[in-house]
């Protein structure tokens, strides 16, 4: 089973988190299931930039982003080259490091 390696953030999870996940398991969801309290304004239907994440070791094992994931995240707060939006991951076999930024910007509703 793949594991999921969260990093310390100071509101969300100043602890850290590593957890195991099923194979085909989306990320913000499983982030969600294990208590992490990602922002995820959209209901994850990839209509804003709030459960923007930034993968730290993994990214590239992962399937590509689709161009509207790309166009969001062009939006987001603190982009990476490695800037995912977590609802738009699903976890194969790959472990991942996800860190989650100090900020978000909810563009959906705050019209920026």
């Given at each position: 089973?793949?594991?999921?390696?969260?990093?310390?953030?100071?509101?969300?999870?100043?602890?850290?988190?590593?957890?195991?996940?099923?194979k085909?398991?989306?990320?913000?969801?499983?982030l969600?299931?294990?208590?992490?309290?990602?922002?995820?304004?959209?209901?994850?239907?990839?209509?804003?930039?709030?459960?923007?994440?930034?993968?730290?070791?993994?990214?590239?094992?992962?399937?590509?982003?689709?161009?509207?994931?790309?166009?969001?995240?062009?939006?987001?707060?603190?982009?990476?080259?490695?800037?995912?939006?977590?609802?738009?991951?699903?976890?194969?076999?790959?472990?991942?490091?996800?860190?989650?930024?100090?900020?978000?910007?909810?563009?959906?509703?705050?019209?920026?």
């Amino acid at each position: 089973m793949p594991r999921i390696k969260v990093l310390p953030h100071s509101q969300i999870c100043p602890e850290g988190a590593e957890f195991e996940v099923e194979k085909n398991s989306n990320l913000c969801q499983s982030l969600l299931e294990h208590g992490i309290k990602i922002e995820h304004a959209c209901d994850m239907s990839c209509a804003c930039t709030t459960c923007h994440v930034i993968i730290r070791k993994g990214f590239y094992e992962l399937e590509e982003m689709n161009d509207v994931e790309a166009d969001l995240l062009d939006r987001a707060w603190g982009l990476e080259p490695e800037s995912r939006l977590s609802c738009q991951v699903n976890i194969e076999e790959e472990d991942l490091e996800v860190e989650i930024p100090k900020y978000t910007i909810n563009h959906a509703s705050e019209n920026h």
